[in-house]
């Protein structure tokens, strides 16, 4: 069974077949509905390449993971971009794209171009956690359509490069409420890199949080940290050789936190007994630690799903492009914090 059997069969032209199939809007819904019922009837699968040819489209997705060897190898390692992967994949599968995977070092990324060059791809998406604005920027200056899943990596300026944002303040601000109902007034938090949007916008929620319950600030309880499980541990490390452990800390992500828990326990001191911890992000590790993590959980595969919505529309010329959500993260209660009995323990 070829596209001449399903044409002679429906009673149309070749051409008006490959229209069918290439979603053309000049096929009345009368013949559409024809063809595909022919289509379905004799179980038609179009071969894919034929489909290409036939189309000025490849109907694939280029995902490209962009990582640096000489800090981190993200696709075999990295604990917060899995679930975005799997969504990325499997949403493109339902939308009737295919996914090129294609795993690039941030030292040479000259096989981005070349999947677009050869026209393999219609359209990008970046998974990195290294900084490649400047890439950003020569796609969409090469006239290329592209998305990224860290708004970290979207170019400043008028290019656009639709990425999934998140709620980052109010939801800092939501963890800080909780531990102030427990009823600690002692917070301290371990910051993310304050040059990094998120990391800026979480500290931000933390203060003004803090402002609004008028909880006391001191600059000895913000330590400056990089989303890292050892700037977790030398939060904890100076707080207790300075005497001024809080009885509660808000971590800027998981990892942070899984550092300050692994330093506290090595000074024998219990979470959440001496001293309450949350995170940010709800790593699949989190709900296995001991405590379970209280942490905000990012909706990683909900906001993967936006971006190959958008980059679709994009592609597809769609009048109803899908817009821009600002997805909240949702607070997830375990078993890390616990209401304050005495002040800390250290202090």
Not at 123 to 132: A, E, K, M
Not at 160 to 170: F, G, H, L, T
Request: a negative charge.
């Amino acid at each position: 069974m070829n596209i001449f059997d399903i044409a002679r069969i429906a009673g149309v032209s070749r051409k008006t077949v490959q229209r069918v199939l290439n979603n053309s809007a000049s096929v009345s819904p009368k013949t559409r509905e024809k063809v595909l019922g022919v289509m379905e009837e004799y179980h038609y699968e179009p071969n894919s390449a034929a489909r290409k040819l036939s189309s000025k489209r490849t109907h694939t997705i280029g995902l490209f993971i962009i990582q640096d060897k000489n800090n981190y190898t993200l696709y075999s390692d990295d604990m917060y971009y899995g679930a975005a992967i799997g969504a990325v994949i499997s949403h493109c599968f339902e939308r009737g794209y295919n996914t090129l995977v294609t795993i690039l070092d941030v030292s040479d990324t000259s096989a981005l171009f070349s999947q677009y060059k050869q026209k393999n791809i219609d359209g990008g998406i970046v998974i990195s956690w290294s900084n490649v604005q400047k890439l950003m920027e020569q796609i969409k200056e090469a006239g290329f359509e592209i998305c990224v899943f860290d708004p970290n990596n979207a170019p400043d300026g008028g290019l656009s490069v639709p990425a999934p944002k998140i709620d980052n303040r109010k939801a800092t601000y939501k963890a800080v409420e909780y531990l102030a109902d427990l009823g600690h007034k002692d917070i301290g938090m371990i910051t993310g890199l304050l040059n990094n949007p998120a990391g800026l916008e979480r500290y931000e929620g933390f203060m003004d949080a803090m402002q609004t319950r008028k909880l006391p600030v001191s600059q000895d309880r913000i330590f400056h940290g990089d989303f890292t499980e050892q700037s977790g541990k030398a939060a904890v490390e100076q707080w207790i050789s300075g005497g001024t452990l809080p009885t509660a800390v808000f971590c800027s992500n998981d990892l942070t936190a899984i550092g300050a828990m692994k330093a506290l326990a090595a000074h024998k001191l219990s979470v959440p007994d001496d001293i309450s911890v949350i995170g940010f992000d709800d790593l699949l590790i989190s709900q296995y630690l001991h405590p379970a993590l209280t942490t905000l959980r990012v909706p990683r595969v909900d906001m993967a799903v936006s971006l190959v919505n958008q980059l679709i529309s994009v592609l597809e010329e769609d009048g109803n492009a899908a817009e821009e959500t600002l997805f909240e993260a949702e607070l997830i209660v375990r078993d890390s914090c616990s209401a304050t009995k005495i002040a800390g323990k250290f202090s």
